[in-house]
């Protein structure tokens, strides 16, 4: 019994220092985000709450657009979310329950979009959207993060309406409900944890991405929050507590989502990405 | 055709539509590109002209060994140091739920804000990271981190190891969970020590997990842009340019589409080749028919 706490002990050691290195960068986001300006620039820096201010959000709200980029970042997650999920459920559903043949050509083809490479599609992409009139829009950004979740989306949906028995469908429409009725009556409700777990990964993925955002706004009042902090590096004489405020206000919602949900997301990426 | 599946058609036809305009079409016109020279409305076809041209120049070259130099350090650094912290984890007796979510930060955060974090903690003057060093001794003047092309090169492959770790993390957890005990208690009956349990009970469990997780690694390390995009750009001296980074450069800051469509055709290569890789072990295909 000593032996073990001992050993508890030490893997505790371990485990402390490990975490610190972990998630030290986020205590430090924090940390210069809640300093007054004047304690940024000093040598060697100060570590504790003593001095902490909100000044820098305050700041940051006065002099960027970040409510804009806030809301752009929402829109455009919650748009791709709504577009992923329905497809995804609509696709989920035709293959469980009525297709047979041409069945494995359609995952390989998933997963074979899941794999691209984002930046070979940013180009013709970018040219596309521009030929369309569509750069500076959140359909642009809604239509690119969509087409990243739905594979996997598709996939975890799969196996989610797969667990619902068929009978269930039978039974309905024997009660002369038509295969619509049934699909947003009964399946979708009965899916309904899949279906979170889904619209969860597909807001997170859109809210995090970057690059796409990057090529496809040009117009400042269209930046998401990624675009915008990223672009905050390059200016003359970078705040350094305005831009950890920046990268709090992107960071934080993602965060409380995971905590949240975290048993509900992780499972269903774990079993995705072992599976395919 | 029966009536049954031409409802399963229906059901799937707006995902094929939204996959063929959005996925399929863009990956044709990418092909198209990279046959041809962009120079604004100005489109020629030029053959193969830009794949003999990023061939025949060194800075592709350069930045396929910066991208394989990226991918396999990374990668091999995400596998070690994802399972020690996953074995780790799994022997902890409380709060391991709390601390996995701790664990798994650097992953859930958008990686360009990430790296955006970094760039001030490894700023030379005021940055938190030459402080420490210092105080610790470690260092006796500030270094530039990113000013400084292998330097520069560390302090990528050090950001992308802190996001990556979690994930693998988070696989070898799952995968940790499945070896049966009592192979752990034959094992210690038999004498073995902690390593030998972990080379000939832990290990052999693993393999499966191990070959796919790396593989899933790869894919998803050598087509990254975003931390080195933000961190450096691909900079100083071209250090950094991973190939995503000089197909970015090479269409939207030199402004030629063709030669970088051609870039990316070459990429998309090499991850295919990974893809198959990962397609062969993982069967997809075989378990949707058994299932």
């Given at each position: 019994?000593?032996r073990?706490?001992r050993?508890?002990?030490v893997?505790?050691?371990v485990?402390a220092?490990a975490?610190v290195?972990?998630?030290?960068?986020?205590?430090?986001?924090?940390?210069t985000?809640?300093?007054?300006a004047?304690d940024?620039?000093v040598?060697?820096?100060t570590f504790?709450p003593?001095?902490w201010?909100?000044?820098?959000?305050?700041?940051?709200?006065?002099?960027?657009?970040?409510a804009?980029?806030?809301?752009?970042?929402l829109?455009?997650?919650l748009g791709?979310?709504?577009?992923?999920?329905?497809l995804a459920?609509?696709a989920?559903?035709?293959?469980?329950?009525f297709?047979?043949r041409?069945?494995?050509?359609f995952?390989v083809?998933?997963?074979?979009?899941?794999?691209l490479?984002e930046?070979?599609?940013?180009?013709?992409y970018?040219?596309?959207?521009?030929?369309?009139g569509?750069?500076?829009?959140?359909w642009?950004?809604?239509?690119a993060?969509?087409?990243f979740?739905?594979p996997?989306?598709?996939?975890m949906?799969?196996?989610?309406f797969?667990?619902i028995?068929?009978?269930?469908d039978?039974?309905a429409i024997?009660d002369?409900a038509g295969?619509?009725?049934?699909?947003f009556?009964?399946i979708?409700?009965?899916?309904?944890p899949?279906l979170?777990?889904?619209?969860l990964?597909?807001?997170?993925?859109a809210?995090?991405a970057?690059?796409?955002?990057l090529?496809l706004t040009t117009?400042?009042?269209?930046y998401v929050?990624s675009v915008g902090?990223?672009?905050?590096?390059?200016?003359y004489?970078?705040?350094?507590?305005?831009l950890m405020?920046a990268?709090?206000?992107?960071a934080a919602p993602?965060?409380?989502?995971?905590?949240?949900?975290e048993?509900h997301l992780?499972?269903?990426?774990t079993a995705g990405?072992?599976?395919? | 055709?029966t009536?049954r599946r031409?409802?399963?058609?229906?059901?799937?036809a707006?995902?094929?539509?939204?996959l063929?305009a959005?996925?399929?079409?863009?990956l044709?016109?990418?092909f198209w590109?990279s046959?041809?020279r962009v120079r604004?409305?100005n489109?020629?076809f030029?053959g193969?002209a830009?794949y003999?041209?990023?061939?025949?120049?060194d800075?592709?070259?350069?930045?396929l060994?910066?991208?394989?130099?990226?991918t396999s350090?990374?990668v091999a650094l995400h596998i070690?140091?994802?399972l020690?912290?996953?074995m780790?984890?799994d022997?902890l007796?409380?709060?391991r739920t709390?601390?996995?979510?701790?664990?798994?930060?650097p992953w859930?955060?958008?990686?360009?804000v990430?790296a955006?974090?970094?760039?001030?903690?490894l700023e030379?003057?005021?940055?938190?990271?030459?402080?420490l060093?210092?105080?610790l001794h470690?260092i006796d003047?500030p270094?530039a981190?990113?000013g400084e092309p292998?330097?520069?090169?560390a302090?990528?492959v050090?950001?992308?190891v802190?996001r990556?770790?979690?994930?693998?993390?988070?696989?070898?957890?799952?995968?940790?969970q499945t070896?049966?005990?009592d192979?752990?208690?034959a094992?210690?009956?038999?004498?073995?020590?902690?390593w030998?349990?972990?080379?000939?009970?832990?290990?052999p469990?693993?393999?499966?997990?191990?070959?796919?997780?790396?593989t899933?690694?790869?894919i998803?390390?050598i087509r990254?842009?975003?931390i080195i995009?933000v961190?450096?750009?691909?900079?100083?001296?071209?250090?950094t340019?991973?190939?995503?980074?000089l197909?970015?450069?090479t269409?939207?800051?030199?402004?030629r589409f063709?030669?970088?469509a051609?870039i990316?055709v070459?990429l998309l290569?090499?991850?295919l080749?990974?893809s198959l890789v990962?397609?062969?072990?993982t069967r997809p295909?075989r378990?949707?028919a058994?299932?």
């Amino acid at each position: 019994m000593k032996r073990r706490t001992r050993r508890q002990i030490v893997l505790w050691g371990v485990a402390a220092m490990a975490l610190v290195i972990t998630v030290f960068p986020f205590y430090w986001m924090l940390n210069t985000s809640l300093k007054p300006a004047t304690d940024v620039f000093v040598s060697p820096p100060t570590f504790g709450p003593s001095r902490w201010t909100l000044d820098a959000y305050a700041s940051l709200f006065a002099h960027k657009p970040m409510a804009r980029y806030f809301v752009n970042s929402l829109v455009v997650s919650l748009g791709s979310t709504a577009l992923s999920v329905l497809l995804a459920a609509l696709a989920a559903y035709g293959f469980t329950r009525f297709f047979v043949r041409g069945a494995t050509a359609f995952i390989v083809f998933l997963l074979f979009t899941k794999m691209l490479p984002e930046t070979l599609l940013i180009i013709p992409y970018f040219r596309l959207m521009s030929d369309l009139g569509l750069l500076n829009t959140y359909w642009a950004l809604i239509l690119a993060y969509s087409s990243f979740a739905l594979p996997f989306s598709v996939w975890m949906l799969i196996g989610f309406f797969r667990s619902i028995p068929r009978e269930i469908d039978e039974a309905a429409i024997m009660d002369g409900a038509g295969v619509l009725q049934v699909f947003f009556r009964v399946i979708l409700p009965l899916a309904r944890p899949g279906l979170v777990a889904v619209a969860l990964f597909t807001f997170l993925i859109a809210w995090n991405a970057y690059v796409w955002a990057l090529v496809l706004t040009t117009d400042a009042s269209m930046y998401v929050l990624s675009v915008g902090i990223a672009n905050m590096v390059g200016e003359y004489r970078v705040q350094w507590n305005e831009l950890m405020a920046a990268a709090m206000i992107a960071a934080a919602p993602v965060m409380v989502l995971y905590a949240l949900l975290e048993r509900h997301l992780v499972s269903a990426i774990t079993a995705g990405a072992i599976k395919g | 055709m029966t009536k049954r599946r031409r409802y399963g058609y229906a059901f799937l036809a707006p995902v094929l539509v939204f996959l063929a305009a959005v996925i399929v079409f863009p990956l044709l016109y990418a092909f198209w590109t990279s046959l041809h020279r962009v120079r604004g409305l100005n489109v020629t076809f030029v053959g193969l002209a830009n794949y003999a041209r990023i061939f025949g120049d060194d800075a592709f070259w350069h930045s396929l060994s910066v991208s394989l130099r990226f991918t396999s350090l990374s990668v091999a650094l995400h596998i070690v140091l994802g399972l020690a912290l996953a074995m780790l984890l799994d022997q902890l007796r409380a709060l391991r739920t709390p601390v996995r979510i701790l664990f798994l930060t650097p992953w859930m955060v958008a990686p360009a804000v990430g790296a955006t974090i970094w760039l001030w903690l490894l700023e030379p003057q005021f940055g938190v990271v030459n402080h420490l060093l210092r105080v610790l001794h470690v260092i006796d003047a500030p270094l530039a981190w990113l000013g400084e092309p292998s330097l520069a090169f560390a302090s990528v492959v050090m950001v992308d190891v802190w996001r990556g770790v979690p994930f693998v993390m988070l696989l070898m957890l799952a995968g940790l969970q499945t070896i049966p005990q009592d192979q752990y208690e034959a094992a210690a009956i038999d004498g073995a020590s902690a390593w030998q349990r972990f080379r000939f009970v832990t290990l052999p469990n693993l393999r499966y997990l191990l070959v796919v997780a790396s593989t899933l690694d790869v894919i998803n390390t050598i087509r990254h842009y975003d931390i080195i995009g933000v961190m450096t750009g691909g900079g100083p001296a071209g250090a950094t340019e991973v190939l995503p980074v000089l197909l970015y450069n090479t269409a939207f800051r030199a402004n030629r589409f063709g030669d970088a469509a051609a870039i990316g055709v070459a990429l998309l290569a090499i991850v295919l080749a990974f893809s198959l890789v990962y397609l062969k072990i993982t069967r997809p295909d075989r378990e949707l028919a058994s299932a």
